[in-house]
């Protein structure tokens, strides 16, 4: 018999994610703050409950799928919360990108009352949600992985389990510097390309055959070609991504001066009121700096 399951945070990642969950035969009980999320979930036979507490009382395993660590931390622990409602031997697996050491944090109080928890953050996308492609990087106890692995396989392709507790947002952590920095890497490659005066069409060509290709420069590159960052990634979410990055390096006692860099460019995007576009946008400050645009 399969475990029901409940679903917290129906945005752009959480609503595609929830609806492949029930595609895949699963019974979905599902919790959103704006009744306009609800809808698409609804009409596709899952089941709204009032509180994060009233749905944990009901469902096996507990997914959440919400902004940031604050948010994460009111619905797992707060009023009304998961704690509240959830039984021993129940499963909340966070697939929200925030803080490992918060993840941590929250992990030891559910278990404390018997409730197990995996931190799964993804990658992918909306594409990837959409597609059930995401790459999904878990961390928790094997033997939880293992028992919500089932589910994990209806979402996503390339699902991985890390380590204990917060191995999963290190690892997100990981992946959001990589990709900041790469899109940094691809504006300055075609910024040198512009100022020689050679097509930086051909040049992301050319480099999509070599050791230099990746799906950043695939996609994103694609973008700051025809300057066209329609969000994929918000830039205002990649900005509290890399503030999780550095303060958990600060955490740790290490430097990571790429990423406090690219930090910078995020950060100027924002303060120039362009938070809602494409991360990949922060080729924009490469522009400004240089004077040069990349497209003519």
């Known amino acids: ?40 979930l609804l009409n596709a036979g899952a089941t709204a409950c009032k509180s994060p507490k009233k749905l944990s009382q009901i469902c096996d395993i507990i997914f ?16 009304n919360g998961i704690i509240e409602g959830a039984k021993a031997g129940s499963v909340v697996v966070d697939m929200s990108t925030i803080s490992p050491i918060v993840t941590r944090t929250i992990a030891k109080q559910l278990e404390d009352k018997g409730i197990e928890m995996l931190d799964a953050p993804v990658s992918g996308g909306t594409q990837g949600a959409q597609q059930a492609t995401l790459s999904i990087m878990v961390g928790g106890k094997a033997e939880v992985f293992e028992r919500v692995l089932p589910i994990f396989k209806a979402i996503g392709k390339n699902i991985i389990h890390i380590g204990s507790n917060g191995a999963g947002q290190i690892t997100k952590a990981c992946n959001q510097l990589v990709v900041a920095q790469t899109m940094a890497a691809i504006g300055e490659a075609f910024i040198l390309a512009r100022a020689a005066d ?12 070599g050791f230099a290709g990746s799906r950043i420069l695939e996609a994103h590159g694609q973008r700051m070609l025809d300057n066209n960052f329609t969000p994929g990634f918000k830039a205002k979410l990649h900005q509290k991504d890399m503030g999780i990055v550095l303060e958990t390096a600060e955490h740790l006692g290490i430097k990571l001066p790429g990423t406090e860099q690219v930090s910078q460019y995020i950060d100027a995007m924002i303060k120039e009121g362009l938070s809602e576009l494409d991360s990949a946008a922060l080729v924009k400050q490469l522009e400004t700096l240089n004077q040069i645009k990349i497209k003519e």
Do not use: F, H
């Open 1 to 40: 018999m399969n475990p029901r399951i409940g679903y917290i945070g129906l945005g752009l990642m959480g609503r595609p994610i929830a609806l492949n969950i029930i595609k895949a035969g699963y019974d979905v009980s599902v919790y959103a703050r704006r009744q306009a999320s609800l809808r698409p």
């Open 64 to 79: 959440t799928n919400v902004s940031d660590s604050p948010d994460v931390e009111e619905i797992a622990l707060g009023a």
């Open 198 to 209: 050679v097509d930086p069409n051909k040049v992301r060509e050319a480099l999509l055959g």
